[in-house]
């Protein structure tokens, strides 16, 4: 029905930048919510950013100000650009989209596989 795939992961030295991509396919009448999340080693997984469909934008506390969440409609693709990376956010991060298919009028959520972002210090 509708598959993620994330693109972008990586090890990345402290203080660098790293985006990720994440890009929808399938049946897809609409796409509303696109959120980034991670799990950190031993860690629960945490909402990382989101943005809406009308691209009003959220981020966690321990992000806002280096990491910028993004959207191509067109594309039916949210990115996340990370600058100022620290080890701290060594973790899987994975994209989670809010999909309308073509066939139901219901909104469906969808994960992505995960891509590994390690920032060594």
């Known amino acids: 029905q509708v598959q993620l795939v994330e693109f972008g992961g990586g090890l990345v030295q402290a203080g660098g930048s790293r985006r990720l991509s994440c890009v929808a396919s399938g049946n897809i009448r609409s796409i509303n919510a696109m959120d980034w999340y991670r799990r950190a080693p031993g860690k629960q997984r945490e909402l990382v950013a989101g943005?809406?469909?009308?691209?009003?934008?959220k981020y966690a506390d321990s992000v806002r100000g280096r990491f910028t969440i993004s959207r191509d409609n067109a594309k039916n693709t949210v990115y996340l650009q990370m600058n100022s990376l620290k080890p701290e956010d060594t973790a899987v991060y994975y994209c989670?989209?809010?999909?309308?298919?073509?066939?139901?009028?219901?909104?469906?959520?969808?994960w992505g596989q995960g891509t590994q972002v390690t920032v060594s210090s």
């Open positions: 943005i809406t469909s009308g691209a009003s934008t």
């Open positions: 989670n989209v809010k999909v309308v298919l073509t066939t139901s009028r219901y909104e469906q959520d969808y």
